[in-house]
């Protein structure tokens, strides 16, 4: 396991039914940095993120849909002081909402 730097430090102990989720169109993430959570979305859709600096500290954990990208950008809105708007088809700003 590597850390956002590439640094080695310990790897989680996760279950088979974790490791083997996205056979079945879901991913699991614990703690994850949100900038993290979106780089991984964006694998599965045709789109990028562009992701406020103020929402780098924000982390998500839970097992999410992989094909469900609107469903990802109302958990961010309801849980998270966050507003994402489509700049295009491609493309998904991340803007933080202040309350």
């Known amino acids: 396991a590597l850390d956002g730097s590439g640094r080695g430090m310990p790897a989680p ?17 614990h703690d994850a940095p949100l900038a993290d959570v979106l780089k991984e979305f ?3 859709h045709a789109v990028r993120f562009e992701i406020d600096a103020r929402l780098s500290g924000y982390r998500l954990s ?12 109302a958990l961010l809105q309801a849980g998270y ?19």
């Open 13 to 29: 102990a996760l279950g088979v039914a974790e490791l083997t989720a996205w056979r079945e169109g879901q991913l699991v993430f």
């Open 42 to 44: 964006a694998r599965y």
């Open 62 to 73: 839970g097992r999410l849909a992989s094909g469900d990208l609107d469903k990802l950008l």
């Open 81 to 99: 002081p966050a507003q994402a708007i489509r700049i295009g088809p491609d493309l998904i700003r991340v803007n933080f909402r202040a309350s």
